[in-house]
């Protein structure tokens, strides 16, 4: 038998395999009403309309679209993308420019591959998004971070901590932030909020990752411009992707960014994929251009706004005394709080005996914590289980907390 561990590079001591992401297997079964998954409901994906761009990208462009491409995404594309952003109130510099990847989560590999050495710090949300963490933690980040609240994250708690650090010695490089209906905690942060974490950035020579996939699609005007429109000084790094409004299975993610950052995220893109599937490239492409996704954010904001009100008439309805939960104004996610004392973590493998998922919330903590939350997903389950989920959901932890 060969010892294959034995031929793992050190770097591997940082890739942990999620016991939650197990747990959840079980989820998948029959009549489990699941909350934990991130997906978008797949009556968004306008399936028609895309199977008659694709034969014809195929018939029409097949030569460029089913060919090797450039690392940094096909030309025309990017300048669509450049469109896009604009007319989504994202500035675009003169001296910036756009790389396509292979969904955000590549863009934040990127990232964290271009700019964490070991022992680097990332300031990062308390909760913030689980996979984020993991690409930083893989290239030996440290982590401090700020709770949000319902203005999103506290940036005081953030400087505080930040200039603590510098004292001690610590190199702070990056503020990760998904300012707009935040996964998990669904919150929006304010425009003063953001108007600090700007001026913190300047302050302490940080950059700045403003991670985007929902603004596109809140359910009413986020009263603030994304950071990157508000920055002054090129420190923003913004990311965005068709995952949440197109399609995820189509990997279509970009990052925008000063000219001299996109060039070494594309040196180190070169290095793992070469480039995003061309063909998939040309596909959103001609659907940006023919105005489908925008219509499909359209519906999809009308479908999601239903399902957040019937999530949240229903938590208020079923959900222990002494919980609290958020009021996101888009996005797909609700993040509850329950009563101390409840380990939401233990709980899942009952909850799934009883017919309900929800992904538990310590692991959105960078710093630990939050074993008493929980995150709810709202776009994937079917409009008329989402009060049943969270009666069963809700029953079990008032039997928890009554024991
Ligand atoms: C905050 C955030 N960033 C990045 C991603 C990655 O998305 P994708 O790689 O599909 O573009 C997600 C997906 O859920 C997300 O919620």
Not at 34 to 49: C, I, R, V
Not at 251 to 258: D, E, F, K, Q, S
Request: with cysteine; charged share 30%; glycine share 8%.
């Amino acid at each position: 038998m060969v010892d294959y561990s034995k031929f793992l590079a050190d770097r591997t001591k940082y890739m942990k395999a999620s016991e939650i992401r197990e747990l959840l297997k079980l989820a998948e079964q029959g009549n489990v009403i699941s909350f934990a998954g991130g997906l978008p409901d797949p009556a968004t994906f306008p399936k028609e309309k895309l199977s008659k761009i694709a034969a014809r990208v195929i018939e029409e462009q097949g030569d460029m679209a089913l060919q090797y491409g450039p690392t940094l995404g096909v030309t025309q594309f990017r300048n669509i993308l450049k469109q896009f952003m604009r007319r989504n109130n994202v500035k675009v510099n003169d001296n910036d420019d756009v790389i396509v990847t292979t969904g955000s989560q590549e863009s934040l590999y990127l990232i964290g591959k271009v700019f964490v050495d070991p022992g680097d710090y990332v300031l990062v949300e308390a909760p913030t998004y689980l996979a984020a963490l993991n690409v930083f933690r893989q290239f030996g980040a440290k982590f401090a971070s700020a709770p949000v609240d319902e203005n999103g994250m506290k940036v005081d708690v953030l400087e505080e901590r930040a200039k603590k650090l510098i004292k001690e010695g610590a190199r702070i490089k990056l503020i990760y932030t998904i300012p707009t209906c935040q996964n998990p905690s669904g919150v929006t942060m304010s425009r003063e909020r953001r108007k600090h974490l700007l001026e913190l950035a300047e302050e302490l020579d940080l950059l700045v990752v403003e991670d985007d996939p929902y603004s596109f699609f809140s359910f009413k005007p986020v009263d603030a411009e994304p950071l990157k429109t508000m920055d002054k000084s090129g420190r923003v790094i913004y990311l965005s992707t068709l995952s949440k409004i197109l399609s995820p299975g189509m990997r279509i993610g970009w990052t925008l960014a000063n000219s001299e950052i996109i060039r070494s995220l594309e040196l180190a893109k070169q290095a793992v994929d070469l480039h995003t599937p061309n063909l998939t490239q040309y596909i959103a492409m001609e659907a940006i251009k023919e105005g489908v996704i925008d219509e499909g954010i359209e519906r999809a904001k009308k479908l999601y706004k239903e399902k957040r009100d019937i999530m949240l008439e229903a938590l208020e309805k079923y959900f222990p005394e002494g919980s609290s939960w958020t009021r996101p104004i888009g996005g797909l996610f609700i993040f509850a709080y329950l009563p101390k004392g409840i380990d939401t973590k233990k709980l899942l493998p009952e909850a799934v005996k009883r017919g309900v998922a929800y992904v538990p919330g310590q692991s959105f903590f960078a710093e630990g914590g939050g074993e008493n939350t929980l995150r709810l997903n709202f776009s994937y389950p079917p409009i008329d289980l989402i009060e049943e989920g969270i009666k069963r959901l809700g029953n079990f932890f008032k039997e928890v907390l009554n024991k």
